[in-house]
């Protein structure tokens, strides 16, 4: 057998995309919270900034899917597709494989709401868009706890790299950003709506 079986590039598949994840997450997020109501990021533009943030939102989507979907089919892993929807209910791990899935889940509520921006009342947009302030710390205790290379030196980089990253955004946005409206950037426009 080869030093790569179809199983085990499936398992290098699900820790790399994970690892992905985080860090196109952690970039999301930072980006959030850094230029959150009028805020820009040094000399570029407001509109460039947003388009990074839902570029960056969106590869984080790709890659949060092909690692959900290479966890529930490597044969090393013990998730089925009810850990992958259900919160908390994982037989294995159930705690750090439930944090995982409740990132999930606020991922896809912020991805179709995030879709349907300029369609929905402003309040209710603002609601769904805040729960992210939960994602990333799940998504970030999820790899910790249940990635097989969090003890590695190289995952301690990344993890530390990331809890830096959004430490400074939000220093930014406490410390440099001019002060201005609590409004996210991504805000839809309330187009007569309350």
Known sequence: MSAID???????????????SLILLTG????GVATVGASRLGALPRFATL???RSLALMSVVF?????????????ATVRLVDVLVPFAGRD???ALGLGTLALDLV?????????????NRVAWRA?????????????????AIGSDSATGWMRIVAVGCVTVIAGAVAWRILIAPAGTSTPASAPPTRGRP
């Open 93 to 95: 791990q159930a705690l």
């Open 51 to 53: 388009a990074l943030h």
């Open 6 to 20: 179809g199983g085990s590039a499936v398992w290098y598949l699900m820790r790399g995309s994970g690892v992905v």
């Open 64 to 76: 949060l899917a092909v690692h959900v979907a290479s966890a529930v089919v490597d044969p090393y």
């Open 28 to 31: 999301v997020m930072a980006l």
């Open 108 to 120: 896809v509520a912020l991805a179709v709401t995030g879709a349907l921006r300029t369609r929905m």
């Open 128 to 144: 769904v868009h805040w729960s992210a302030y939960a994602l990333w710390p799940a998504a970030f205790l999820h790899a910790l």
